[in-house]
Nanobody, 120 residues
Framework: QVQLVESGGGLVQPGGSLRLSCAAS????????MGWYRQAPGKQRELVAG???????TYADSVKGRFTISRDNTKKMAYLQMISLKPEDTAVYYC??????????????WGQGTQVTVSS
């Protein structure tokens, strides 16, 4: 079992940038596929970005070209760099670790979430 703790959320103006971090502990990090999900008020949780053990990435269409997911296996960290933020990016962002890139399933371990608010 892996434990996840997110950080880096906050309030940012439209067009601004944030970098979210996810610190993992308790298991062999490199075994896990890592994902970032988000849930806005009144909406279902959705995949934002995912990265496999080998570094293959996938992104939601709404964030392609603006968000970048990465991982550092030696530090047991995953990151989500977000640029050109829009008000519609406002949500609670969750880090997820799972065994397979079955992104549509509610699987694996979840962090507690970090709030991202994009507003002027």
């Amino acid at each position: 079992q892996v434990q996840l703790v997110e950080s880096g959320g906050g309030l940012v103006q439209p067009g601004g940038s944030l970098r979210l971090s996810c610190a993992a502990s308790g298991s062999i990090f490199s075994f896990y596929v890592m994902g970032w999900y988000r849930q806005a008020p009144g909406k279902q949780r959705e995949l934002v970005a995912g990265i496999t053990h080998g570094g293959v990435t996938t992104y939601a269409d709404s964030v392609k070209g603006r968000f970048t997911i990465s991982r550092d296996n030696t530090k047991k960290m995953a990151y989500l760099q977000m640029i050109s933020l829009k008000p519609e990016d406002t949500a609670v962002y969750y880090c997820n670790a799972r065994s397979l890139p079955n992104w549509g399933a509610n699987a694996g371990s979840w962090g507690q979430g970090t709030q991202v608010t994009v507003s002027s």
